[in-house]
């Protein structure tokens, strides 16, 4: 008991320190900056500047902006995730697209620095199409990389992936001032890093890692590094490997079924994945998709958005359900489609949704092509 007491005094201790070193880097990551900002705007003051120092003036400006906004931006994603309000926005994504696009900005800038950049992509374009939250995998990246050109002077940093047991494998590997093995752990805690912020000179407020690291844990991966003091390191993380449901690849050549023009789909669905197959496959046609997540939601969305023109309803969902949702929507109108989606495939149910005022229903597991062909029928039905 005493033990645990010490170790969870020191781990107090540990973050204490670590939160008042942040306050002192953070007023230094604002000033210098701000310095660079209002010192050059000063500057630009003078009328006998020539057009190549005014131009260059400007683009300190810029930059000195620029590195602002990081601060601003791993400040608010830090506040987020310690409220857990960081979602996970998966979307179709090639990879092998989203590696070069990364490559080709990191470039310039590793040439300036007289490094060699180089890319190994480990899936065929067709396998590197995957479900994945691309914005965040994108920050991930570019922020490892940042670090790796930051703290790099001379030869390469290697940029790869692969795919192994389900699971893509991430490496950036540099050959920079690397970290000490008792650092290990805490550069990927928030505020922490390697070297006294005051003797390293180089810019950082120690958060990007710690975001990196819960954006990865929160899409069901894992990462850590290995280096040697002086020789480089190696940073690998790793995600789930979801590719795209070739079915759905194929989807997209459908072209029998077209919707009418700009309809608009409510899906009240409380489930997130049956949700997201849904978006998936509706993606595919010209449609605008609302999501209601109860019975509640979908009647009060059905009445902010009169031009919905049908409804995916779902019948079992927390809160107010789909039967008691639909007779809600009927007292407001008999026009709109309602296309009940239900699990239970006993007669019972389906007849319920039908006498609230459902004009059909489709049983879950959906299949595309039903589901595709009742929304077309129910839509034809309600503009004859
Ligand atoms: P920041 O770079 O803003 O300080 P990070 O959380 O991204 O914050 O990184 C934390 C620390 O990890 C860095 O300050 C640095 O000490 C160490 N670090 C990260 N990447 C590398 C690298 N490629 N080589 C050496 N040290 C690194």
């Given at each position: 008991?005493?033990?645990?007491?010490?170790?969870?005094?020191?781990?107090?201790?540990?973050?204490?320190?670590?939160?008042?070193?942040?306050l002192?880097n953070?007023?230094?990551?604002?000033?210098?900056?701000?310095?660079?900002?209002?010192?050059?705007?000063?500057?630009?003051?003078?009328?006998?500047?020539?057009?190549?120092?005014?131009?260059?003036?400007?683009s300190?400006i810029?930059?000195?902006?620029?590195r602002?906004?990081?601060?601003?931006?791993?400040?608010?994603?830090i506040?987020k995730?310690e409220s857990?309000?960081?979602?996970?926005?998966?979307?179709?994504?090639?990879?092998n697209?989203?590696m070069?696009?990364?490559?080709?900005?990191?470039?310039?800038?590793?040439?300036?620095?007289?490094?060699?950049l180089?890319?190994?992509?480990?899936?065929?374009?067709?396998?590197?199409?995957i479900?994945?939250?691309k914005?965040?995998l994108?920050q991930?990246?570019?922020?490892?990389?940042n670090?790796?050109?930051?703290?790099?002077?001379?030869g390469?940093?290697?940029?790869?992936?692969?795919?192994?047991?389900?699971?893509l494998?991430?490496?950036?590997?540099?050959?920079?001032?690397?970290?000490?093995?008792?650092?290990?752990?805490?550069?990927?805690e928030?505020?922490?890093?390697?070297?006294n912020?005051?003797?390293?000179?180089t810019?950082?407020?120690g958060?990007?890692?710690?975001i990196s690291?819960?954006?990865?844990?929160?899409?069901?991966?894992d990462?850590?590094v290995e280096?040697?003091q002086?020789?480089?390191?190696?940073?690998?993380?790793?995600?789930?490997?979801?590719?795209?449901?070739?079915?759905?690849?194929?989807?997209q050549?459908?072209?029998?079924?077209?919707?009418?023009?700009?309809i608009?789909?409510?899906i009240?669905?409380?489930?997130?994945?049956s949700?997201?197959?849904?978006?998936?496959?509706?993606?595919?046609?010209n449609c605008?998709?609302?999501?209601?997540?109860?019975?509640?939601?979908?009647?009060?969305?059905?009445?902010?958005n009169?031009?919905?023109?049908?409804i995916?309803?779902?019948?079992?969902?927390?809160?107010?359900?789909?039967?008691?949702?639909?007779s809600e929507?009927?007292?407001?109108?008999?026009?709109?489609?309602?296309?009940?989606?239900?699990?239970?495939a006993?007669?019972?149910?389906?007849?319920?949704?039908?006498?609230?005022?459902c004009?059909d229903?489709?049983?879950?597991?959906?299949?595309?092509?039903?589901?595709v062909?009742?929304?077309?029928?129910?839509?034809r039905?309600?503009?004859?």
């Open positions: 008991r005493t033990s645990a007491l010490v170790k969870a005094k020191e781990k107090a201790e540990e973050s204490d320190n670590l939160k008042t070193a942040f002192a953070l007023s230094h990551e604002i000033r210098t900056p701000m310095n660079g900002i209002l010192g050059f705007a000063e500057l630009l003051k003078n009328e006998d500047l020539t057009k190549g120092n005014k131009d260059k003036y400007v300190l810029e930059q000195s902006g620029d602002m906004l990081r601060l601003i931006q791993d400040l608010v994603d506040s995730i857990n309000q960081i979602e996970i926005i998966p979307e179709k994504t090639n990879l697209s989203l070069e696009k990364i490559y080709n900005f990191f470039k310039p800038q590793v040439d300036a620095k007289g490094i060699k180089t890319l190994i992509k480990g899936l065929s374009n067709n396998e590197s199409q479900i994945v939250d914005i965040k994108e991930i990246l570019s922020n490892i990389i670090n790796a050109i930051k703290f790099t002077k001379e390469r940093i290697d940029l790869s992936y692969s795919l192994s047991d389900k699971m494998y991430f490496k950036i590997k540099d050959t920079g001032i690397g970290i000490p093995k008792q650092k290990e752990k805490i550069i990927f928030r505020f922490g890093q390697a070297e912020y005051k003797y390293s000179g810019e950082g407020s958060l990007g890692l710690s690291k819960a954006f990865i844990e929160l899409m069901g991966g990462i850590w280096s040697e002086g020789q480089g390191a190696e940073f690998t993380f790793t995600i789930p490997y979801n590719p795209v449901d070739k079915e759905i690849n194929k989807e050549n459908r072209s029998e079924f077209v919707f009418p023009n700009d608009t789909i409510l009240a669905e409380d489930d997130e994945v949700y997201f197959y849904l978006e998936r496959i509706l993606s595919n046609y605008k998709i609302i999501h209601a997540r109860n019975g509640l939601e979908a009647v009060q969305f059905f009445n902010e009169p031009e919905i023109g049908i995916l309803m779902d019948l079992k969902m927390t809160g107010m359900d789909g039967i008691s949702a639909t929507i009927r007292k407001i109108s008999t026009r709109v489609a309602i296309l009940a989606q239900t699990a239970y006993s007669d019972g149910d389906q007849q319920k949704a039908l006498d609230a005022g004009n229903y489709i049983i879950k597991p959906i299949n595309k092509e039903l589901l062909e009742k929304i077309v029928k129910l839509l039905m309600r503009n004859s």
